[in-house]
């Protein structure tokens, strides 16, 4: 984070003040307003004037969280802006955590002195309600239900720009290994301020994994017991509470579940988060588990130049990545096979060296025999006691012997008789990307696409670096009771339906439903370092809770890219078409699960356009057939077929929420949706001037609201606290008439108007 000219905090957590800081003290704010600005960098900025115009701008925040033994200090760093060639009066309000107490509170302009103070919930309560009957404004109504941080007047400069640094305290929340973290902030889309986040986190427990369900993060591990991450650049902008869960580790395998009630399913939803130990085991009765690698190349004219000069650097550096003692082989194809070695060898200095003379000479010329190619790497004979892995590379269709789709995609099905797991590599966009996805997803491998403006090498190699040290290999899951007996019935749509090899630094992320209100145990074994382990983990129904709204958005998002692909996939028949029941059946929970969620993708994007009935089945049935027999059955290959595959890898194996819908479209370019918003658990959609509940907009009949509620009168502000009770508070927080489902009641809150 960027310091210059700011104050530093020492080891006791207090903020030392520099000459260019004036220190804040702490004492009691009044609840009226007493600047023309009120700033709050979770939301947005207010001003009171006749125009209601923002004079002053929150432009960018940094965020520096320090985690020590379940207390967390956090430094918030606002970078404002004074549009205006006057002087301006601003002060902070800033939602805080149950128990956050203020450390300090300060900023760089000139003399005077300024305060903060923590206030509980009810006064906080009465300021936001202050404030936002006073703007005509819903956004704070968003953080109701939290307390409140409140700054006194401090001026910034004509044209100026002035920093304010906020640093709080609190204990975070622990159930059982895990420790969860939360920045409160707005889940509008409209909010675009950039959020620059870095944490630190140290235990005297070694730290098994860290996860946000928030946002996309880059991880350093620093030690056993200190981790690093940060919100990668590109999420910087990304709305919504900043979430943070880590594992303390336990004996081998750590997991944890977050549960979230839903009676419309019988019982709820969960996620399972899973991290392997910080280090490797030092117990020398466990051998770790070694790999056994096929490489097998494109070496077809197609892959001339530069393609095949990346490709055999590409192999080099995966034999040279090798440990001692593991296995590999090499198979080139183009309309014949052809092998380095009749079987896998043991690396050794000599083996290696014949490796890189045998990739040296690879010249590249024929067809593509791809069916032939896959068809040796899987039924070699594997080294016993070895991972078995084939990084299978090409970058055309099949030209050369079984050139059928169908029939290639069923090899990895029928044809693995020692389950190798196959990582599929399309370079360039003459590839069938549903069959790489087919064979890779079918061995407990994964897909790739190598674009034109990427290097084979570096592709493939970072591939390989992800499949270092298997920890945990063959997983199966057994869900049973708290007596230990097979959970019958008590549990839905687990996703994904296979759980994949766990290698160094991998994290498990399991999704599904659960049914009833009694205790789940879930039951990982797998060949845990060479030995057959167990690890248990734990649901309790009385746990779930509605704060763990990601949970049913994350399931309900894997959940439709597994509809989408089984519909590509039924496109590798000829034959297929979409009046097959089984895929009209297909097509309506897509668009059913799609609607309810508010989770869009690139062939249901038309339920957001304006103008969309969503109360016509007919018509999105027949619209979503359109697009998905035209996409998603009949694009095979081209950068149409590759920007389908690209979306479905990335939303098969969402970890963090995707508010915005983004995809990339049929030219690769990325799309976002702004005519939907999520918010916690539910979803609104835009219609002219008003947001509707995803629950009504679908409904039939017209839908008269119960109850007409005006913005900011008693009743408004009674019903914020009830939906706060339930973490949905955020939903009246929208912009503009909101018709919203309340207690099974269809209500309608009328659009604020300025005065």
């Known amino acids: 984070m960027h310091r ?3 104050s530093q905090i020492v080891a006791t957590f207090v903020l030392v003040a520099v000459p260019a800081f ?70 902070l309000i800033f939602p805080a955590p149950d128990g956050a107490v203020v450390r300090g509170f300060a900023y760089d302009g000139p003399g005077g002195q300024v305060t903060a103070q923590i206030l ?15 703007i005509r404004d819903p956004a704070l109504v968003e953080f109701i239900g939290y307390n409140l941080i409140r700054s006194s007047v401090f001026p910034i400069e004509a044209r100026g720009r002035q920093k304010v640094r906020l640093t709080y305290e609190h204990l975070l929340d622990v159930d059982g290994c895990r420790v ?4 409160p902030r707005t889940e509008s889309l409209q909010y675009a301020v950039p959020w620059h986040v870095d944490a630190r986190i140290r235990s005297e427990r070694p730290i098994s994994t860290v996860y946000s369900a928030s946002h996309k993060l880059e991880m350093e591990r620093i030690g056993e017991r200190e981790v690093s991450v940060k919100i990668v650049a590109s999420a910087n902008r990304e709305p919504g509470p900043f979430r943070l869960s880590y594992l303390l580790q336990e004996d081998g395998v750590t997991a944890s579940v977050f549960a979230y009630p839903d009676r419309k399913v019988g019982g709820g939803y969960f996620l399972l988060l899973a991290g392997l130990p910080a280090k490797a085991t030092h117990d020398p009765e466990v051998r770790a588990i070694k790999r056994e690698v096929t490489l097998v190349i494109d070496r077809s004219g197609s892959m001339r130049n530069e393609k095949i000069e990346q490709a055999k650097e590409a192999a080099m550096q995966i034999i040279a990545g090798l440990r001692p003692g593991e296995a590999f082989n090499i198979l080139l194809y183009s309309n014949t096979i052809q092998w380095f070695s009749p079987k896998p060898v043991v690396k050794s200095e000599v083996t290696q060296q014949a490796a890189r003379k045998y990739i040296g000479g690879i010249t590249a010329t024929g067809g593509t025999n791809l069916y032939d190619a896959l068809r040796a790497a899987l039924e070699q004979e594997p080294v016993e006691g070895m991972l078995p892995i084939v990084l299978f590379l090409t970058d055309g269709l099949p030209t050369v012997g079984q050139t059928s789709e169908m029939s290639i995609g069923e090899l990895a099905v029928q044809s ?15 590839v069938n990307a549903p069959l790489l996805e087919k064979i890779a997803g079918e061995s407990r491998g994964r897909a790739e696409f190598v674009l034109p403006q990427e290097d084979v090498e570096v592709k493939v190699g970072a591939v390989f670096d992800r499949l270092t040290g298997p920890i945990l290999a063959e997983p199966q899951l057994r869900i049973v009771d708290a007596q230990g007996d097979a959970a019958i019935g008590r549990t839905r749509d687990i996703l994904p339906e296979r759980l994949p090899d766990l290698f160094e630094g991998d994290r498990l992320i399991l999704l599904g439903q659960y049914v009833g209100d009694e205790m789940l145990a879930f ?52 034959s297929a078409t979409t009046q097959d029941p089984k895929i009209r059946e297909l097509v309506d929970e897509i668009v059913r699960l799609s609607t309810e969620f508010g989770i869009l993708t690139e062939y249901t994007a038309f339920l957001a356009r304006e103008g969309t009935d969503l109360a016509n089945p007919a018509d999105m049935h027949r619209e979503a057939v359109d697009v998905l027999s035209s996409r998603a059955m009949g694009t095979r290959s081209g950068i149409g077929g590759v920007n389908q595959s690209l979306n479905s890898i990335r939303q098969k194996g969402q970890s963090e929420l995707n508010l915005r819908n983004y995809y990339y479209d049929e030219r690769l370019n990325e799309v976002s949706i702004s005519a939907v918003q999520q918010v916690n658990d539910q979803a609104y959609y ?33 019903l914020a606290l009830r939906l706060a009770a339930q973490n949905r508070q955020g939903s009246i927080a929208l912009t503009g008439g909101i018709l919203l489902m309340v207690d099974g009641e269809p209500v309608l809150i009328k659009s604020p108007s300025r005065n």
Request: hydrophobic letters at 35%; glycine letters at 6%; a positive charge.
């Open 4 to 6: 210059s000219g700011i």
């Open 22 to 91: 004036c220190l804040g003290q702490i004492e009691h704010v009044p609840v009226a307003p007493s600047s023309t600005n009120v700033l709050a960098p979770q939301s947005r900025p207010w001003a009171f004037t006749r125009d209601h115009h923002n004079n002053v701008q929150v432009t960018e925040v940094h965020v520096r969280i320090d985690i020590v033994e379940m207390t967390a200090t956090t430094t918030v760093e606002m970078r404002l802006e004074n549009q205006t060639d006057r002087r301006q009066e601003a002060e």
């Open 120 to 134: 509980p919930k009810d006064q906080a309560r009465r300021i936001y309600e202050s404030l936002v009957s006073k």
């Open 180 to 183: 969860d973290y939360v920045l």
């Open 416 to 430: 693995n008789p020692h389950r190798r797991r196959i990582f599929t590599f399309g370079v360039g966009f003459d």
């Open 523 to 574: 039951d990982m074994t797998g060949n845990y370092f060479g030995k057959q382990r167990t690890f248990r983990s734990r649901l309790d129904p009385a746990k779930a809770s509605e704060k763990n709204g990601f949970v049913p958005r994350l399931w309900a998002s894997r959940k439709i890219a597994e509809l989408i692909d089984a519909v590509r996939q039924a496109g590798a028949d000829p």
């Open 686 to 718: 835009n219609r002219g001037s008003q947001w509707v509940d995803s629950r009504l907009v679908s409904r039939k009949d017209q839908v008269t609201p119960t109850r007409v509620i005006e913005f900011g009168s008693r009743e408004y502000f009674d």
